[in-house]
């Protein structure tokens, strides 16, 4: 962590240099870095260990002795990204499982295939030997670089990464909200609400339902209130809601402060840091920056859009919609001198990503993005969307009451209710249907509007002299702390089982099965083959992620979510499932022909017919060789055969490097 904390300084203090502003430059200078690398990678990997956190960490070192003042100056900012990354990690120390539920196993799969340091796009570990181009994952990325860099093993990059993330979102929220809000009470409440509050539907779940868990505000409407634990108030304000013949929908809204503890390293974190630094970037720019610093700052600005693609697409239009509204603004305000660094910043983000984006552009899973008009079916009832935005709906028209800095004001306005009116008019028609055809744009679009208009306008609100505007705005954020409520319960009651295992795998219990992962990390890189696997979320195959091995199948549904109706998907699930009941004629040339080097066999595989290992064992015995870990005869054992003559590696190997492909 110190290592980490150093490089990351550096880096601030190098972006510093030009940006004249410290929390700008720790964000910018990070960035700029992994973008960079993320660019030259597509022609040449580094390898998984490139030799770099030596001459990095000796640089840093100079540049904070050197510039020790800056550092001093900005103790406030080095505060907020120290609060941000030490809150994530009081969450991910105790909650250190990276297991089956939510997004958390192909997350560190997506981490892992960055880490074997090849040429990108580097192979799909959960479906080899295919490329690994098909999803919007530079958050990922440079989670692995840093891993890479630091020398962590995956589970721990996992984690750290996490904090990083939050310790830059926070820092820079407090960045906006300090120039925003002169106001020191307004500053604090300003945060709160964004790290550990709700959004309104957490008092609306506390007023109508029974036993509110941390999950129900944030899948209230169409969820949580309609499936049994709503008191008699709850029943009536749903039926009040009910459209004739309409079955609810699921409107899901996970808040700031609902992602940071949850564990899932998903591509809104990315969002937010993007939403976050543009918001920085606005704030300052609107506190009359000048000369160059300005001209950078409105390239910084406009590079945020296409640097949105490739780290969470879905707030894409989103945040177009927010800078390209600032720079309007600009334009009606007389300003000339935006256009000309705006194109140069799009054009260099650009620039940089264009070798990840021309493939990524051509995957299935780029066309899961048509924006569609939302059908009237489809649409919030009117008191469920009120029940969900009323803090930041009052935040709106209480602004009209702020006369300060009214040209500005009146641009937050405008802009934030025209993100309101693009996430309820129109929605992106993805994978889903029915009650659900929402689903993902509401949980994607929500959350991060409703945490924008938070930390911009309800800062500006805070930081009025108008009575009316200020304390109207405390009361309608306070209510929604009571959500800091449900996560210290949560917290406080939720079993913590694998507290400080950052490795992530805590959750396996099984001492036979962590001696097996031990076994298998420690040998060469290859497929493995793994049984258990389902269109759904299962336990395999954690196995073969926690021992760094690729799997010859990771999770079916999710590969379909982002590879489309591909054949091969569902032939390997139906093959694998073969293999395992002793169906396939000649299962060791249906071994070579996979290029599988590894094949599990778990303490679950000698469930029904005890007879198969033998059956398994006689047939590929020739070129497999059986490593016995448990069992004393051929009707209980645990291990894994590996094939004894050099499989082909689809990609250099993480824990034991192989010629690339």
Not at 386 to 410: C, D, Y
Not at 546 to 569: D, N, Q, V
Not at 594 to 602: E, T
Request: proline letters at 5%; charged letters at 15%.
């Amino acid at each position: 962590m110190a290592a980490l904390w150093i490089n990351l300084a550096g880096a601030g203090i190098t972006a510093w240099t030009l940006l004249k502003d410290y929390a700008l430059a720790r964000f910018a200078g990070v960035l700029a870095f992994c973008l960079a690398a993320f660019f030259l990678e597509h022609f040449a990997g580094w390898g998984p260990r490139p030799p770099l956190m030596p001459l990095t960490t000796a640089g840093s070192l100079w540049l904070l002795w050197r510039h020790r003042g800056v550092l001093r100056e900005n103790w406030a900012t080095e505060a907020f990204f120290a609060t941000g990354f030490l809150y994530c990690l009081l969450w991910r120390y105790a909650f250190p499982d990276i297991d089956m539920t939510g997004e958390k196993m192909p997350n560190l799969a997506m981490i892992e295939a960055y880490m074997r340091g090849t040429r990108l796009p580097t192979t799909d570990v959960w479906l080899p030997p295919l490329s690994f181009n098909f999803y919007y994952s530079f958050q990922h990325y440079c989670a692995s670089l840093m891993g890479r860099i630091l020398g962590l093993v995956p589970g721990v990059t996992y984690h750290l990464a996490y904090c990083t993330l939050a310790g830059f979102i926070v820092m820079l929220c407090g960045s906006t909200v300090s120039r925003l809000c002169a106001w020191r009470p307004g500053r604090v409440l300003s945060m709160l609400a964004l790290v550990v509050g709700g959004s309104g539907s957490v008092v609306a779940a506390h007023a109508l339902m029974n036993h509110v868990y941390l999950y129900d505000s944030v899948r209230f409407l169409g969820g949580a209130l309609y499936h049994g634990r709503a008191n008699a108030l709850g029943n009536r304000v749903a039926a009040w809601m009910a459209k004739p013949g309409v079955d609810p929908r699921d409107l899901p809204m996970e808040p700031l402060s609902y992602i940071l503890a949850n564990g899932d390293f998903h591509p809104p974190l990315a969002g937010y840091a993007l939403l976050a630094f543009a918001a920085a970037l606005i704030a300052a720019q609107a506190a009359g920056t000048s000369g160059r610093v300005r001209t950078l700052n409105n390239a910084l600005l406009a590079a945020t859009v296409p640097i949105a693609l490739i780290s969470n697409a879905w707030i894409l239009p989103l945040q177009a919609l927010l800078v390209g509204g600032w720079f309007l603004y600009r334009a009606l305000c007389r300003d000339s001198g935006f256009l000309l660094p705006a194109l140069a910043g799009v054009a260099a983000a650009a620039l940089l990503e264009y070798p990840y984006v021309i493939e990524f552009a051509q995957q299935p899973i780029s066309r899961n993005a048509a924006i569609s008009i939302t059908a009237s079916a489809d649409h919030t009832p009117l008191l469920g969307w009120l029940m969900t935005f009323w803090p930041v709906a009052g935040i709106l028209v209480l602004a009209l009451f702020n006369r300060e800095r009214r040209s500005l004001v009146v641009f937050l306005v405008v802009i934030w209710t025209a993100e309101l009116a693009v996430a309820e008019l129109l929605y992106n028609q993805d994978i889903y249907g029915g009650v659900w055809i929402r689903f993902n744009t509401t949980l994607k679009w929500w959350a991060w509007i409703y945490a924008g208009i938070v930390v911009m306008l309800g800062a500006v609100n805070l930081g009025s002299s108008s009575r009316v505007c200020r304390y109207g705005t405390l009361v309608l954020l306070v209510p929604t702390l009571i959500f800091a409520k449900d996560l210290g319960s949560y917290f406080r009651k939720t079993e913590k089982g694998s507290v400080g295992n950052l490795d992530g795998n805590g959750w396996i219990k099984d001492a036979v099965i962590r001696d097996l992962i031990l076994d298998l990390r420690s040998r060469p890189d290859g497929v493995a083959l793994e049984s258990g696997l389902q269109m759904a979320n299962t336990v395999s195959p954690s196995v073969s992620l926690f021992a760094g091995k690729m799997s010859y199948l990771g999770w079916p549904w999710h590969e379909t979510t982002w590879r489309g109706a591909f054949a091969e998907i569902q032939q390997r699930l139906t093959e694998g499932k073969a293999f395992y009941e002793v169906r396939i004629d000649d299962p060791l040339k249906w071994l070579l022909q996979g290029n599988i080097r590894y094949v599990l066999w778990l303490p679950g595989d000698n469930l029904g017919d005890s007879a198969r290992f033998g059956q398994i064992d006689d047939k590929i015995k020739m070129r497999y060789l059986w490593h016995h870990l448990y069992g004393n005869d051929r009707r209980f054992q645990v291990g894994f055969w590996e094939r004894t003559d050099e499989a082909q590696s689809p990609a250099k190997g993480f824990f034991h490097p192989s010629p690339q492909r």
